[in-house]
């Protein structure tokens, strides 16, 4: 009988959507022998520069036969640290990429993690992005990076990576749902920091309110410890609209979406915009700026002026009028991406 391919799995931040996307590909091809390292989605600048450190006594000595690194780990380092892993085929998987994440007003700017990840793609196989606009985006980065660097940088780096890099989706799974459908329901399921820009949100929904339209309220997705200051406002202003307003299990959180005829984002940072594909596939009509991985998914009568509240007003005003249908996202499905993972975890 043959023994099973050994592919390792590092994951060095362990974010709601690391680790279902690391729990996906583990239990859906079950054919391969996983070894999963992850750490906790905290701390961001010690864990990207800093897992090889915490992973420095927990790297096996056998080697496996493929590594699966995203690009929060910094492969380099490792394989530098742990010889025997040299020559061994690694994936690098950008969920992410540090050229293009905006910094918020209590980080400092900083060109190491830039570095890591620069690193990492060189030091593997082949490298992964989950949209084109991560593609792109990390490109035109790493081409701004090199020209600004004094000297002795070499010409064909970013040749070098093009030549191994493809685009990979992290996969998600149908929300079906026998709920019928709320048609002024709108729903906010994103993360209430600051590149997610709610105060857009807030805005829109003033705007929105002014046209005497009525309507409603799910506001879901992880909050701070210390509330934001659009979230508290939309409390104040429109309480009497709100219907949920936490974060809530995954069994609700499913019915929520099924329930939301329109879902809103007005990010300042997205790479492949997870929970919007999920609120899709249970039928909510986006609501999207005309920015980041958008711009391939969904067509253009669904999307805004980036930043615009009252663009983004207006349409949810057109929606709620017209019961708008939504779009197609079945190419971001686990059915339809399995053959793809299948087929780069087996060439490796």
Request: glycine residues 2%; aromatic residues 12%.
């Amino acid at each position: 009988m043959k023994n099973k391919k050994i592919i390792w799995l590092l994951s060095a931040y362990q974010s709601d959507s690391h680790a279902a996307w690391a729990n996906w590909v583990t239990e859906t091809f079950t054919d391969f022998n996983w070894f999963k390292l992850e750490l906790p989605g905290r701390h961001f600048r010690w864990r990207i520069r800093g897992n090889p450190l915490s992973w420095l006594n927990k790297i096996p000595q056998e080697k496996p036969d493929l590594i699966l690194a995203t690009s929060m780990v910094d492969l380099a380092t490792i394989k530098g640290l742990h010889p025997h892993l040299a020559n061994v085929n690694c994936l690098y998987y950008f969920h992410e990429n540090q050229f293009a994440y905006p910094v918020g007003k209590q980080q400092h700017t900083s060109v190491d993690p830039q570095m890591v990840q620069l690193y990492g793609a060189l030091s593997a196989n082949k490298i992964l992005f989950n949209s084109t606009f991560n593609h792109d985006s990390f490109f035109n980065g790493v081409n701004k990076l090199l020209t600004q660097l004094p000297d002795e940088v070499p010409e064909n780096v970013i040749t070098q990576l093009k030549l191994k890099s493809d685009i990979l989706p992290v996969a998600i799974s149908e929300i079906t749902s026998q709920e019928t459908k709320n048609p002024k329901l709108i729903l906010w399921n994103h993360r209430w920091e600051y590149d997610k820009a709610p105060q857009v949100f807030l805005s829109a929904l003033k705007n929105l309110s002014a046209l005497n339209i009525d309507f409603q309220l799910a506001l879901l997705g992880d909050r701070p410890a210390k509330k934001t200051s659009s979230l508290i406002q939309i409390e104040k202003e429109f309480s009497d609209k709100i219907i949920i307003n936490q974060k809530v299990s995954k069994q609700d959180y499913k019915k929520y979406l099924a329930l939301s005829s329109i879902v809103v984002s007005t990010a300042i940072h997205e790479f492949q915009g997870l929970s919007m594909l999920e609120a899709v596939s249970a039928g909510a009509v986006p609501a999207v700026p005309d920015d980041l991985c958008y711009r391939e998914q969904y067509a253009s009568e669904f999307r805004y002026k980036a930043g615009d509240s009252h663009a983004l007003a207006e349409k949810l005003f057109n929606y709620l009028n017209t019961q708008a249908e939504a779009p197609d996202v079945s190419y971001w499905y686990s059915t339809s991406l399995r053959k793809k993972w299948l087929h780069v975890l087996t060439e490796q």
